[in-house]
Structure formats: C-alpha cells, structure tokens
C-alpha cells in the first residue's frame, strides 16, 4: 500500500498542536465531546474561517476534522507526537 498524501494545511495544523500546549488542550478536550457534536462544531468554524477568506488550506483542514476518522487519525498522531518530544527531553 502507497504512502497517504497529506495536505499541507493539515500537516501545518498538527504541527501546531504539537507545538502548542493550550491549543492542544482545547484538540485534546473535542474527543469527550459527542461524535455529531464535534463534527458539526468543525463544519461551523470551517464556514466561518471560509467566509473570512481566511488561509484555504487550513480552512480544508478545519472542514476535514469533522470526519471522525480524520479527527482520530490527527488525535493519535499528535499523542504520538508529544509524547516522542517527551522522551528525548527525559
């Protein structure tokens, strides 16, 4: 099976959340929220985001969390992430 092309807005916003604890908190605390919930709650900011006419690729990024699948596969992902930077701080 070939590698899964991820676009570069997502890639942007996982490195964010790595990156930064209070945002990651507030990704962190979506997952207790129900499914159709957190989904509707990312269909909404995305709209906003487009009406904005703010930055198109995060906006896609924004609007594909609300896939579940999606949210998950960036939830485990970023989990793995922190949790590699804190072993090499150790």
Same mark, same amino acid.
């Given at each position: 099976?070939?590698?899964?092309? %991820? =676009?570069?807005?997502? %890639? ?21 929220? =129900? ?8 269909? *909404? ?8 006419? *703010? ?12 896939? $579940? ?12 992430? %922190? $949790? ?7």
């Amino acid at each position: 099976m070939g590698e899964m092309h %991820v =676009p570069e807005g997502m %890639v942007n916003l996982a490195h964010a959340l790595v990156e930064n604890a209070k945002l990651r908190k507030w990704f962190y605390a979506l997952e207790e929220l =129900p499914k159709r919930v957190r989904k509707e709650s990312f269909a *909404e900011m995305a709209a906003e985001m487009r009406a904005k006419e *703010e930055d198109v690729d995060l906006t896609d990024a924004v609007l594909a969390l609300a896939r $579940s699948k999606v949210y998950e596969t960036v939830l485990a992902a970023v989990r793995e992430r %922190v $949790s590699e930077n804190s072993e090499h701080l150790e």
